[in-house]
């Protein structure tokens, strides 16, 4: 059994005062896998407990160590040691994650329609995606699990997509290839309470920070930090690209 969990950075939304940007990254894990990969996670918390002070139970989250909002334990941190917290953890993730595969889905609002649904596109690829790497890669059954969002409207999506996906062919039109490895709805947790979700935050942020560097922050090399996932990002996911991300 394979295990994709997901999270996200920007919105859906189309407003002006909406992001730039929407982006899904999926951390796959086999169950096989799974216990090994939560005891190194536990032991990165830890070192962060001994050389910051940051609690096991205090939630990881890269935008609010970035600038703090909700999380009031962040304010006890010097801003560099934060971000360095990001560009450690992102170091960490190939190896704590040896096994895994990373799929990202990196939409820029200004290259799509101002109709676009972003939040359907985007999952509809990477839900595309984590089938074919199901059926071709590991020949295996999967479930997803995110970080609590509209599960109505991807539970939806998913169904639909178990009978009806078309995908271009490399002939003429389209033909339908059901993406009927995944098994059960999506299952939603929250972020605060799962260490894995909590990683795949990670990987969406520094992908944000890959595409839209700010010149601010270039002196802790935020920008720079994505490139270390490289080992274990899903490249077949977009040939198109030399880091699998797919862009349309």
């Given amino acids: 059994m394979q295990i994709m969990y997901v999270d996200e950075s920007g919105d859906p939304g189309t407003s002006k005062f909406g992001s730039e940007h929407f982006i899904l990254s999926g951390l796959i894990i086999s169950d096989e896998y799974w216990r090994d990969s939560l005891s190194r996670l536990k032991e990165f918390r830890q070192h962060l407990k001994k050389t910051t002070g940051l609690l096991i139970t205090t939630e990881l989250h890269a935008a609010e160590l970035v600038r703090i909002k909700k999380i009031e334990a962040y304010r006890k941190i ?7 917290i990001i560009n450690q953890f992102i170091q960490q993730i190939p190896i704590i994650f040896s096994s ?22 985007a999952w509809s690829r990477l839900i595309q995606r984590y089938d074919t790497y199901l059926k071709k890669q590991v020949k295996d059954r999967g479930i997803i699990v995110s970080d609590e969002t509209d599960g109505a409207i991807i539970r939806k999506l998913l169904r639909k997509m178990r009978v009806y996906n078309p995908v271009p062919s490399h002939y003429t039109g389209s033909h339908n290839v059901p993406t009927d490895n995944i098994i059960e709805d999506i299952f939603t947790r929250s972020s605060q309470h799962s260490l894995f979700i909590q990683a795949v935050d990670f990987i ?18 935020l920008e720079k930090s994505f490139d270390n996932l490289e080992p274990i990002l899903l490249k077949a996911a977009s040939k198109g690209d030399p ?4 862009r349309k």
């Fill in 100 to 121: 895994a595969s990373v799929i990202n889905i990196c939409l820029h609002k200004k290259q799509f329609p101002k109709d676009t649904n972003f939040q359907e596109l």
């Fill in 243 to 246: 880091l699998g991300i797919v």
């Fill in 78 to 84: 010097r801003k560099p040691v934060r971000v360095g």
């Fill in 204 to 221: 969406a942020h520094s992908l944000y920070r890959k595409e839209f560097p700010k010149g601010s922050y270039r002196k802790y090399g």
